[in-house]
């Protein structure tokens, strides 16, 4: 089983669309967890961090922790054409190094 | 709002070529990293430094590889033998803890 999983896509959404993303994980050690948005050939931009379970909302933006079954989320609500990227989930125990999903492609259509 | 810049934003280079490639932090970050992104693959960790010296590497960073902070603002990796399979994306990230991360615009690397 690998470290982490995600779903590859590509997701198509139309705008506006409420979209849900998505990783599991094996490593029950992962204490800190982060959600990246990556443009084609661009460095991936830090959209949401959290560190326990439990919800954290940042806008359109909603990341969702659950430790217990080494599941997180993060949604989007009102999705725009500009939403259209991959998205990437990152994990790390405490004080160690993060360990990236492979990324989901996101498409929301106008 | 201050960023991570990486140059040069595209290096080619001949199969057993050095190559350095720079990475300005954000200036008030202690935490530097490299990660490496293969065309289609997921972000890898190469190299983790802290405190004017490497705090964790991966499998991946070999002796061909070397990390280096010459002077207050910039942080770089070295490539010493470049194989065809070291072209990839380059990504420097740093941070004021071990996270969150804040990436660059990488520097992509086409070994020939």
């Known amino acids: 089983q690998k470290e982490v999983e995600q779903d590859p896509g590509p997701l198509s959404v139309p705008e506006g669309a409420i979209v849900s993303l998505n990783c599991t994980y094996s490593?029950?050690?992962?204490?800190?967890f982060m959600w990246y948005r990556q443009y084609s050939r661009k460095g991936p931009e830090l959209l949401m961090y959290?560190?326990?379970?439990g919800n954290k909302e940042d806008g359109r933006f909603t990341a969702q922790v659950d430790k217990s079954s080494k599941y997180i989320s993060l949604f989007i609500r009102d999705s725009q054409p500009s939403d259209s990227a991959t998205y990437l989930c990152?994990?790390?125990?405490?004080?160690?190094?993060?360990?990236f999903g492979p990324g989901t492609r996101l498409s929301v259509l106008p | 709002e201050p960023e991570v810049t990486q140059t040069p934003s595209h290096q080619v280079t001949q199969m057993g070529q050095e190559v350095i490639l720079r990475c300005v932090p954000i200036?008030?970050?202690?935490?530097f990293y490299w990660y490496r992104q293969i065309l289609g693959q997921k972000v890898e960790f190469l190299v983790s430094?802290?405190?004017?010296?490497?705090?964790?590497k991966s499998e991946i960073f070999d002796d061909q590889f070397s990390v280096e902070r010459p002077d207050g603002s910039n942080f770089t990796l070295k490539i010493r033998s470049t194989k065809l399979e070291d072209s990839a994306m380059y990504f420097c990230?740093?941070?004021?803890?071990?996270?969150?991360?804040?990436f660059g615009n990488g520097t992509r690397l086409t070994v020939t």
């Open positions: 959290t560190y326990s379970s």
């Open positions: 990230a740093s941070g004021p803890t071990r996270s969150p991360l804040h």
């Open positions: 200036s008030n970050h202690l935490y």
């Open positions: 990152a994990m790390s125990p405490l004080g160690q190094n993060f360990v």
């Open positions: 430094f802290y405190n004017n010296e490497i705090s964790e």
């Open positions: 490593n029950s050690a992962f204490q800190y």
